[in-house]
C-alpha cells in the first residue's frame, strides 16, 4: 500500500465531535516527545502534515487526517491523539485529556488499532506499561511502534525493544505486532503501512466499518 494523498480534517475535543465513523481509522498516541508527529509525516511522505514541537503537551485535541491510499479501503482516517506522560499542564485538564482519550479508544467502532508510540532510546517505562495495560482491560486493538532508532546503536535498540517485549510477556499471553522506525532514515515505513493495509482488507472483505481486532 502506498499513501497518495493525506490532509488534515478536523481537530475534535469529544468523541461526539469527530468525522461520522463511515471508514476505518487508525490512531496514535505515546509519552509526550516520543517523535509522533515524525512517525505520522513519515508514513504519509510529508514534512509538515503534522507539526512538530519542541515543547511536550502541544496535541491536545482529537486530530482527523483524511488519507487517500491504494486499494484495499483507499480511503480511511489517520488519527492525532494527546500524549500522555509529562506534559505541563494542569491536573483538571491531564483529567479532561485522560477522559477524552479513554473514551475515544473505548468507543471509536471504526479504530482498526491504536499505535501506541514507544521510545526505543531507553529501557522500559512504567508509565507505557500502564497505559498498554489499560489498554488490556479495554480489550482496545493495539500494535506498538519503537521510535527513534537512529538516535542510538542497533544494538540498544534491539535490547531496549527485547526488553520492553519480555516485560510485556510478565502479564500477556500473546504480544501485539511491533514495529521499529526511523524518521532520519525513512525506516519502518513499509512495514507499518502494510499492516495497516491487512486491517483495511478486513475492513473491504467484511463488508463493514465494525471495529475489528488487529490480524
Known amino acids: 500500500m502506498e499513501i497518495v494523498k493525506a490532509d488534515y480534517l478536523i481537530s475534535s475535543p469529544t468523541l461526539a465531535d469527530c468525522p461520522k465513523p463511515d471508514r476505518p481509522e487508525y490512531a496514535f498516541i505515546g509519552r509526550s516527545n516520543v517523535g509522533k508527529s515524525s512517525v505520522l509525516n513519515l508514513l504519509c511522505n510529508r514534512e509538515n502534515l503534522a507539526k512538530i514541537s519542541s515543547s511536550p503537551g502541544k496535541t491536545r485535541l482529537i486530530n482527523h487526517f483524511t488519507v487517500q491510499s491504494t486499494p484495499p479501503y483507499a480511503n480511511w482516517y489517520m488519527v492525532?491523539?494527546?500524549?500522555?506522560?509529562?506534559?505541563?499542564?494542569s491536573q483538571s485538564q491531564r483529567k479532561q485529556w485522560e477522559k477524552m482519550i479513554e473514551e475515544y479508544v473505548r468507543k471509536r467502532e471504526t479504530l482498526g488499532a491504536l499505535f501506541v508510540l514507544i521510545d526505543s532510546r531507553h529501557e522500559p517505562q512504567a508509565i507505557d506499561l500502564e497505559f498498554i495495560a489499560r489498554l488490556g482491560e479495554w480489550e482496545v486493538p493495539f500494535a506498538l511502534i519503537f521510535t527513534k532508532s537512529d538516535k542510538s546503536t542497533q544494538k540498544e535498540v534491539a535490547a531496549n525493544v527485547r526488553a520492553f517485549l519480555n516485560e510485556m510477556r510478565k502479564e500477556w499471553e500473546f504480544l501485539?505486532?511491533?514495529?521499529?522506525?526511523?524518521?532520519?532514515?525513512?525506516?519502518?515505513?513499509?512495514?507499518?503501512l502494510d499492516y495497516i493495509a491487512a486491517c483495511n482488507e478486513t475492513f473491504s472483505q467484511a463488508g463493514t466499518t465494525s471495529r475489528k481486532p488487529f490480524p
Open 176 to 192: 501485539p505486532p511491533h514495529f521499529v522506525t526511523s524518521a532520519v532514515k525513512r525506516t519502518g515505513r513499509k512495514a507499518v
Open 80 to 89: 492525532d491523539l494527546p500524549g500522555y506522560g509529562f506534559a505541563k499542564v
